[in-house]
């Protein structure tokens, strides 16, 4: 039984701090260290940090024999985006075997910036495994921040991905992605074709999917006509 005259006890949290971060000098020269456990770790600390001077050196890994440093490399290359990188991540998504290797890679060419990373980003959403063509969607919402001349091209796609995919994860996602797009930055077409497609989402066999299609018609601005959440969860 608890009483009131337990002693004072100090608290764990009372002296908690936080990790102190990777030096980014050490990680910078531990990226080619001879230990694949050592370049993994740098690798990864480059997932945190942020340095200018990382993106250069971290190309060379994105071809590391070990697949973990790959995936890390990848990564971090999406946290420490530099135009270098683009062909080489390219390239290696078509190459690499490895299926969480290329999400990583889908991830970073996403926050790429890049318009060259979009023929990739639009092959990945159509042919690749189910969690490469979900992160995929994703991707071309953050590779249209800035390349307003990609969205005839992205809009298609996720349309045509929400319509045909057979796995629902990915259907929503491309739901959530239609849903990020600001309506102002849309043609009249393009703005009724996505409300189209989200349309036909809110008649999907999936509830996760119809729920999606009505929460992005909601962020576009579409309110008539719209069921309400009782009626789609029938």
Not at 48 to 66: K, N, S, T, V
Not at 157 to 184: F, K, M, Y
Request: proline share 8%; hydrophobic share 45%.
């Amino acid at each position: 039984m608890f009483t009131d005259d337990q002693p004072d006890l100090a608290s764990p949290l009372d002296d908690w701090q936080e990790a102190p971060q990777p030096d980014p000098d050490l990680m910078l020269a531990q990226l080619t260290a001879s230990e694949p456990l050592q370049r993994m770790q740098a690798a990864r600390a480059f997932c945190e940090l942020q340095d200018e001077r990382a993106g250069e050196r971290l190309i060379p890994l994105l071809a590391d024999a070990c697949p973990l440093v790959r995936l890390s490399a990848a990564y971090a290359l999406g946290r420490n985006p530099t135009p270098l990188a683009v062909p080489a991540l390219i390239q290696q998504w078509h190459h690499d075997a490895n299926g969480y290797v290329r999400k990583g890679i889908i991830w970073a060419l996403g926050y790429s910036r890049d318009h060259q990373a979009a023929p990739t980003l639009i092959m990945a959403l159509q042919r690749d495994i189910p969690a490469v063509r979900l992160w995929a969607a994703s991707s071309l919402v953050q590779l249209m921040q800035g390349n307003g001349q990609l969205l005839p091209l992205a809009v298609q796609v996720l349309c045509h991905t929400l319509q045909q995919d057979p796995v629902a994860a990915v259907r929503s996602n491309c739901t959530w992605a239609l849903g990020q797009i600001p309506p102002e930055h849309l043609s009249e077409d393009l703005y009724l074709q996505i409300v189209e497609a989200l349309r036909g989402g809110l008649q999907d066999g999936d509830a996760g999917v119809r729920d999606d299609s009505w929460s992005a018609l909601l962020n576009l601005g579409v309110i008539a006509g719209l069921p309400t959440p009782d009626e789609l969860a029938l």
